[in-house]
């Protein structure tokens, strides 16, 4: 199934790990810099997933599918689109043993709302050689994009997005037609998705939105037909809003939420925490991961071992979040330091195999980590984004903003409903200070209505938002 993320495995690494401290550095397993897959472009590689350990696919915002077949020796890039956003990834093994080959979706955010959706959904029956669109397959609500998705023998699930409609996609026939249902009035926007069987699964994402609300998280019990609200955070101190970003169930009882920021200042970062199976969730602060605080990718090997990355820091825990510790990102250079600041996913294939991706692809080894590996030296934040001004405005808003490492900058412009009127080109831009300009003016260049409206940046490793008010 797809992310079953990092389930009670690899025991031999982690052996007597949950009775020491955070500080006992040399019982924390190394993640190893896996060469072979180039960096991402787009400054992260945004999912994973593996169907054994030789079968694995990755996927990244710059339209870009990477392939093994060979246990990450050699990879083969089936897709390259730069319109293309992919942003999730699941497979399936197909049920014909006369084809041998692979079921595969990649979910999308290049969407712009129901009525113009064409490419959210792609779909390989061929192990990869072959990437259709098959949006059209999907009747009821269409979501804004896809943000995560799942697989469980002939059933799969996707949600999204991270703005507009939040929606949950559902196939029980292999893929071959899907049904969208509504959750507007449990949530406002949907990230990830996890099944821990076909009929109990979880979504997480927000209770209001990018610019307000808090992190949420939904289950169903019957397959995804039905959910319920099972808990709403709080909102942190020093946070503008907060919503849930990426799940992980070690056992059938205890599991993990990483919790992402919006927020102007460094409010300590915290994650969210079931000991009961889902049933209930408490708040858990990740201490010393205050740059922004925004956390994304989430892993644990154990109930009590695991780590946590976003916005240039990796923190990890061997005791179920008591007490953190944060990693050196690696340095290509020196060889020195694991994994980096932009790890979205963290996958385990079986009993001795598990893989992180971010801006590179990591490997969990028999190794420990060392003093060096564990130094505090997180990477410093990607992008800054300034205040628009003027606000309110009547002719133009511009938005200053600054990059501190080279990125793809994705602009647009929501309402407050998180109804899209403007897609800004994307680009690749290098280090640097911009300004982006709107004009007032939706996609087919007619003036917006006065009101209130959001600017929406996606560098890929963060999303920030700022407001500002249309007047005429």
Not at 18 to 34: D, G, N
Not at 121 to 127: H, S
Not at 352 to 374: D, E, I, N, P
């Amino acid at each position: 199934m797809l992310h079953r993320l990092l389930v009670l495995t690899l025991a031999s690494l982690t052996t007597g790990l949950a009775l020491l401290p955070a500080s006992a550095q040399e019982s924390i397993p190394l993640w190893k810099y896996v060469e072979t897959l180039p960096n991402s472009p787009a400054g992260r590689y945004d999912d994973m997933t593996w169907l054994d350990p030789d079968r694995g696919w990755v996927v990244n915002l710059t339209g870009e599918i990477w392939h093994t077949k060979d246990g990450a020796q050699t990879w083969t890039r089936q897709a390259l689109n730069p319109q293309v956003r992919y942003r999730a990834v699941a497979c399936r093994d197909y049920p014909s043993t006369a084809t041998g080959k692979e079921v595969c979706w990649a979910g999308t955010v290049i969407s712009e709302g129901a009525g113009n959706s064409s490419g959210m959904l792609w779909e390989t029956r061929d192990g990869g050689e072959h990437w259709i669109d098959i949006t059209h397959r999907i009747s009821g609500t269409l979501p804004h994009g896809i943000c995560g998705m799942a697989s469980i023998g002939n059933k799969a699930w996707a949600v999204g997005a991270y703005y507009g409609e939040p929606t949950i996609l559902r196939s029980e026939n292999g893929g071959e037609t899907w049904v969208g249902t509504p959750v507007g009035g449990l949530a406002e926007n949907l990230i990830d998705v996890y099944f821990k069987n076909e009929l109990e699964g979880y979504a997480t994402g927000g209770t209001e939105g990018l610019s307000t609300g808090t992190a949420v998280v939904l289950r169903t019990l019957d397959g995804g037909v039905t959910w319920e609200k099972m808990f709403a955070s709080s909102l942190t101190d020093g946070a503008q809003a907060e919503w849930g970003w990426k799940i992980s169930f070690p056992t059938e009882d205890v599991g993990y939420i990483s919790v992402e920021y919006n927020s102007s200042g460094a409010p300590t970062a915290k994650v969210l925490k079931t000991i009961d199976g889902g049933a209930s969730w408490s708040e858990v602060y990740v201490p010393g991961s205050n740059s922004s605080a925004g956390m994304q990718g989430i892993g644990f090997i154990s109930p009590d071992v695991g780590w946590v990355s976003g916005r240039g820091v990796t923190s990890v825990t061997t005791d179920g979040g008591d007490t953190w510790m944060q990693l050196s990102s690696f340095n290509p250079g020196t060889g020195n330091g694991q994994m980096d600041g932009a790890m979205n996913r963290f996958f385990v294939v079986n009993d001795t195999l598990a893989y992180g991706v971010g801006l590179r692809l990591y490997k969990l080894t028999t190794s420990t980590a060392t003093s060096t590996s564990l130094e505090a030296k997180p990477l410093p934040e990607a992008f800054s984004l300034g205040n628009p001004y003027p606000n309110p405005f009547s002719d133009q808003a511009r938005v200053p903003y600054r990059l501190d490492r080279a990125s793809m900058v994705h602009f647009k412009v929501i309402d407050m409903l998180g109804r899209e009127h403007r897609a800004f080109p994307s680009q690749y831009l290098q280090p640097g200070s911009y300004e982006l300009v709107w004009d007032g003016r939706n996609e087919a260049g007619i003036r917006v209505s006065a009101g209130g409206y959001i600017f929406l940046v996606d560098i890929g490793e963060s999303i920030e938002t700022k407001r500002v008010v249309f007047v005429k």
